[in-house]
Structures are given as structure tokens and as C-alpha cells.
């Protein structure tokens, strides 16, 4: 039987030594625990699972541990991916790490969860903080007359970054540096832009209601394996092997992008060589129809701001 380090061709790095890993949870008495097994934000679109345990994570887990409770957080890089285009703009609900984007990505959450290890005891939300500073939760309230609810705030974030006009505007700024929300300038126009930030969120989580319902085709059984991806423009198609496709996939959707990634070629190119579950075709349906959603919203954004 191989160990875990051969079986799975694991390497050490300057602050991950796997031999010190070992004798950490052996003197610990660390053991294989359900509770461990969490979802992993691995990439836009694609949440994984993995075993969030001493002898996999790094010792500092001062960020992570806030993903273990419910929570939520902008996914952001100081400086766009591709020139003169802020793309990379996401959520994520789950522990991730900073390649979401490629690059170098950075985390955002909503809320601080107190000190203690969440993975071995549940938290409520009494023991969580929101991530605003005072200084800005007053600019704020000065701003609207009324100090609103942090995950409206969030949402009303998330909506501006996703504004066309905005990103138009900071064009030149945003190449340099993380991009800065201007203060809303009245409360219903608050309102109007968190409530569609809101949407964006649900879409980008896979949450939103109205994917149950996503248009997309998959007419031709067969292996399910992926093989060659490339997309059929005249037809509208996705196709993954030579007899199978997905269709009604319009070529504005087939080519939107977050970060460096062009999100419907990227999940199907990750899963090269396997059988895709009904699950994963599901999945993969369901990000059309968000992508489609996105762009709608978008434009709802923009005559709003």
C-alpha cells in the first residue's frame, strides 16, 4: 500500500514540510473525522470537496476559519488579468485558496467568526462580527439616513462592481489597484442596486431559484466522457466528445469570462478523460443559465447606476 504522499504525488514546500505534518497530528491524535470533509471553492462555478485537517492545511488559518461558518466574501485581485478589464469579480461561500483566479486572489468576507477553530465546534451567528470598519459603517448611515443590514451592504458592493459604467469609468485606476465603491448617494438607489447585487450573488452561488429551469439541451446519451471540448456557433452547442454536447448556449455565454477564465470551456477542459455524473451535467446547465442571468442583470445594473 502507498502513503498518502506517493499515492497522490504530494511535495513539500518552504512552509508545508510533510514529514512535520506527520508527527504534528500523530502527537495531537488527530483521527479521520466526517465533520472534516468541507466544501473547497476550488474555481468560479466549481466547488469540490476536501478534508480540511491539520496534515493538509497550513498552521496559519486565520482566514480560512471564517469559511467554516456560514459566510460569504468578495474574491478580488489587485490588478485586472486581462488588460483594461475588471473580470475578475466573484463570491465564494466556502474555503478556497489564493489561485481561485490563477493568480493571486484575495478574500473578502462578509463576516469575522470569533478566534476559536470552527472545525471542531459549530458557531452561531452571535459569534460572528461584520467586516466594515466603523469609520465606514458612519460614512454610510450619513449617506442613506439609516445604517442598513451587512449583507445588503455586501450586495449593494457586488452590484457596482459588476456595473459596466463603473468599470468603464475606474478603467485606468483599476489596472493599479483594488477597485474602491463610491458611497451611494441616496437610499432607494441603494436599495435598487443591493437587490440586483443580491441576484448576482444567488447566481454566482448556484442559489438562485429560477435555475431549476435553464433552457439548455442535452439530447444525445452516449459515454458522458470528456474528451475534446469546442463550441458549434451556428448550432449554439457545446460539444465534449465527438457525439455529445450541450446545446442552446449562445456565444456571448460560451465566451464570459471571470478572472483568466473563460468559465464554461474551463469546467468541462478540468474534467478531461472522465464521466461526467448527472450531477456534473446538471451543474454545467445550471452555470449557462447563471451566465445568461449575469449578463441580464448586468444591464439592469447599468440603467440603475
Same mark, same amino acid.
Given at each position: 500500500?502507498?502513503?498518502?504522499?506517493?499515492?497522490?504525488?504530494?511535495?513539500?514546500?518552504?512552509?508545508?514540510?510533510?514529514?512535520?505534518?506527520?508527527?504534528?497530528?500523530?502527537?495531537?491524535?488527530?483521527?479521520?473525522?466526517?465533520?472534516?470533509?468541507?466544501?473547497?471553492?476550488?474555481?468560479?462555478?466549481? !466547488?469540490?470537496?476536501?478534508?480540511?485537517?491539520?496534515?493538509?492545511?497550513?498552521?496559519?488559518?486565520?482566514?480560512?476559519?471564517?469559511?467554516?461558518? @456560514?459566510?460569504?466574501?468578495?474574491?478580488?485581485?489587485?490588478?485586472?488579468?486581462?488588460?483594461?478589464?475588471?473580470?475578475?469579480?466573484?463570491?465564494?461561500?466556502?474555503?478556497?485558496?489564493?489561485?481561485?483566479?490563477?493568480?493571486?486572489?484575495? /478574500?473578502?468576507?462578509?463576516?469575522?467568526?470569533?478566534?476559536?477553530?470552527?472545525?471542531?465546534?459549530?458557531?452561531?451567528?452571535?459569534?460572528?462580527?461584520?467586516?466594515? !470598519?466603523?469609520?465606514?459603517?458612519?460614512?454610510?448611515?450619513?449617506?442613506?439616513?439609516?445604517?442598513?443590514?451587512?449583507?445588503?451592504?455586501?450586495?449593494?458592493?457586488?452590484?457596482?462592481?459588476?456595473?459596466?459604467?463603473?468599470?468603464?469609468?475606474?478603467?485606468? /485606476?483599476?489596472?493599479?489597484?483594488?477597485?474602491?465603491?463610491?458611497?451611494?448617494?441616496?437610499?432607494?438607489?441603494?436599495?435598487?442596486?443591493?437587490?440586483?447585487?443580491?441576484?448576482?450573488?444567488?447566481?454566482?452561488?448556484?442559489?438562485?431559484?429560477?435555475?431549476?429551469?435553464?433552457?439548455?439541451?442535452?439530447?444525445?446519451?452516449?459515454?458522458?466522457?470528456?474528451?475534446?471540448?469546442?463550441?458549434?456557433? @451556428?448550432?449554439?452547442?457545446?460539444?465534449?466528445?465527438?457525439?455529445?454536447?450541450?446545446?442552446?448556449?449562445?456565444?456571448?455565454?460560451?465566451?464570459?469570462?471571470?478572472?483568466?477564465?473563460?468559465?464554461?470551456?474551463?469546467?468541462?477542459?478540468?474534467?478531461?478523460?472522465?464521466?461526467?455524473?448527472?450531477? @456534473?451535467?446538471?451543474?454545467?446547465?445550471?452555470?449557462?443559465?447563471?451566465?445568461?442571468?449575469?449578463?441580464?442583470?448586468?444591464?439592469?445594473?447599468?440603467?440603475?447606476?
Amino acid at each position: 500500500m502507498k502513503d498518502l504522499e506517493s499515492y497522490h504525488n504530494l511535495k513539500s514546500t518552504s512552509g508545508w514540510k510533510i514529514g512535520n505534518r506527520r508527527k504534528e497530528i500523530f502527537r495531537k491524535g488527530e483521527t479521520f473525522a466526517h465533520k472534516n470533509i468541507v466544501l473547497y471553492a476550488y474555481r468560479p462555478f466549481d !466547488t469540490r470537496c476536501t478534508y480540511y485537517c491539520e496534515f493538509l492545511r497550513r498552521a496559519h488559518s486565520e482566514l480560512m476559519k471564517h469559511f467554516l461558518g @456560514e459566510n460569504m466574501a468578495l474574491a478580488l485581485m489587485r490588478r485586472p488579468i486581462l488588460e483594461g478589464t475588471l473580470s475578475q469579480v466573484s463570491v465564494v461561500d466556502a474555503i478556497t485558496d489564493k489561485n481561485f483566479y490563477a493568480y493571486q486572489t484575495y /478574500f473578502f468576507p462578509l463576516y469575522l467568526y470569533t478566534d476559536k477553530e470552527l472545525i471542531d465546534e459549530e458557531a452561531s451567528n452571535s459569534e460572528r462580527t461584520p467586516n466594515f !470598519t466603523d469609520k465606514f459603517l458612519k460614512a454610510i448611515k450619513e449617506a442613506l439616513g439609516t445604517e442598513p443590514a451587512p449583507e445588503e451592504i455586501f450586495y449593494y458592493i457586488y452590484a457596482v462592481l459588476y456595473a459596466p459604467t463603473y468599470r468603464k469609468r475606474y478603467e485606468e /485606476f483599476l489596472k493599479i489597484d483594488f477597485p474602491r465603491v463610491p458611497l451611494p448617494t441616496d437610499y432607494e438607489l441603494f436599495k435598487k442596486l443591493s437587490e440586483l447585487g443580491k441576484e448576482l450573488v444567488e447566481f454566482h452561488l448556484l442559489k438562485h431559484p429560477s435555475l431549476s429551469e435553464t433552457g439548455v439541451g442535452f439530447p444525445v446519451s452516449g459515454s458522458n466522457i470528456v474528451e475534446k471540448v469546442r463550441y458549434d456557433e @451556428e448550432n449554439e452547442r457545446v460539444y465534449f466528445n465527438k457525439r455529445q454536447y450541450f446545446d442552446g448556449i449562445s456565444k456571448v455565454v460560451w465566451e464570459y469570462r471571470i478572472g483568466a477564465y473563460q468559465v464554461m470551456a474551463k469546467y468541462l477542459k478540468d474534467r478531461k478523460n472522465r464521466e461526467l455524473s448527472l450531477e @456534473e451535467i446538471e451543474h454545467y446547465m445550471w452555470m449557462a443559465k447563471a451566465i445568461e442571468r449575469t449578463i441580464e442583470v448586468q444591464r439592469r445594473i447599468e440603467n440603475v447606476f
